[in-house]
């Protein structure tokens, strides 16, 4: 069960009762956006138009990359930057055992093969040293992710890829506006991706975008996501329609004013429950000095030594009004379409993650009087 779905069965579970429900997943929409959509709907505009050049433009500033470009999702996003790189059969990239399914199966999609490393156990993120260990004749891309909106280790992942030749693309669907030594996620790589979704820390309900400073990539990429034409009707190449709507992208240019917003709320109630969660056996997310993450999940990890298994945690915040969701339950080499075996076991950092964490709301719409109830709920398992 997703996060959002999530909302909706605790708060079935909690209708005819006094209390509200804590939501895991809260988007976060006002009059602002709505009146931007109203005036796209007046217009007649409705599909690709200038809300869209105006919405990559401005992306592109914000995260200090060359281009921008705008697609209908963070699937369609990953995997137009792969098509632009050349990647095809044949062909190796190196992706995180632990993240969600579309980073790896996007590489599927063109036809090439996912490798999957491990993870660090304190961020989460891509370990380097497993990437080293992986790295192929075959390999061509390393997808490195922003998990749960911390970075990764930048420069230790760009030696590796200048070392092997590889390209680097940045999944960093959840890292709006996190920082590694004051630069934004998005910046680093050859190609970074970003998506949109509604739980997203900014949203355009669907939608991607694609970042690079490299114009040949965006040159390909813009026959990629629009059915290959040079122009009309003469298609070069085999392309998609990945185009993302002025309605979206006027959502997404509002978005992009309060996303500063927005995470500066997320990380100070990430703040608060560092602060006052005290559980033993209950582990707070870690940083890495010089980032600056965003939190678009607040993520905790359950030792042995935490008093209820994590299925018995769940019901009990359930049971007390608080939404929780599991990001991510299965590592990726488990995934059936992956076909590959479970034993022996690959990645056991990305197993035993899977087995432990669990996501808490940490969301822009959350007060401090539900934080403080939420941390004393959590504090009486003791």
Do not use: W
Request: charged fraction near 20%.
């Amino acid at each position: 069960m997703n996060g959002y779905a999530f909302c909706i069965s605790i708060g079935n579970v909690l209708r005819g009762t006094s209390l509200d429900p804590i939501f895991v997943a809260r988007p976060s929409v006002g009059r602002e956006e709505i009146a931007a959509v109203t005036a796209v709907l007046e217009s007649g505009m409705l599909a690709a138009g200038s809300r869209v050049a105006e919405f990559e433009r401005e992306f592109a500033d914000n995260c200090g990359a060359s281009y921008a470009v705008a697609v209908n999702n963070g699937t369609a996003a990953l995997h137009a930057a792969l098509l632009a790189a050349g990647i095809g059969p044949g062909d190796e990239v190196i992706v995180p055992d632990f993240t969600f399914y579309a980073t790896a199966s996007s590489v599927l999609m063109c036809g090439a093969t996912p490798v999957f490393a491990d993870v660090d156990e304190r961020t989460f993120n891509i370990s380097p040293q497993e990437i080293e260990k992986r790295v192929t004749t075959k390999t061509k891309a390393v997808i490195a992710v922003h998990l749960f909106g911390l970075p990764f280790d930048v420069p230790a992942v760009q030696e590796i890829c200048r070392q092997h030749n590889l390209l680097l693309i940045e999944d960093a669907a959840q890292a709006h506006g996190a920082l590694l030594g004051g630069k934004m996620a998005g910046s680093f790589g050859d190609l970074a991706c970003f998506s949109f979704y509604a739980t997203k820390n900014m949203i355009t309900g669907e939608g991607g975008m694609v970042t690079t400073k490299d114009t040949a990539l965006y040159d390909r990429l813009r026959l990629v996501i629009n059915h290959g034409q040079s122009e009309k009707y003469i298609h070069t190449c085999l392309g998609y329609n990945y185009r993302m709507t002025d309605i979206a992208a006027a959502i997404g240019l509002v978005q992009l004013q309060r996303l500063p917003g927005f995470n500066e709320k997320r990380r100070k109630n990430a703040e608060y429950y560092n602060a006052h969660l005290s559980v033993k056996g209950l582990v707070t997310p870690f940083t890495p000095p010089g980032m600056q993450p965003v939190y678009h999940q607040y993520v905790i990890r359950l030792t042995r030594e935490f008093p209820m298994d994590r299925a018995a945690f769940m019901e009990y915040l359930k049971e007390n009004g608080i939404g929780s969701a599991i990001h991510y339950p299965i590592p990726l080499h488990r995934q059936p379409v992956f076909g590959l075996k479970n034993d022996p076991d690959p990645c056991p950092v990305a197993t035993r993650l899977a087995a432990s964490v669990l996501s808490l709301p940490v969301h822009p719409s959350l007060g401090e009087d539900q934080l403080a109830y939420i941390c004393e709920t959590i504090n009486r398992v003791n």
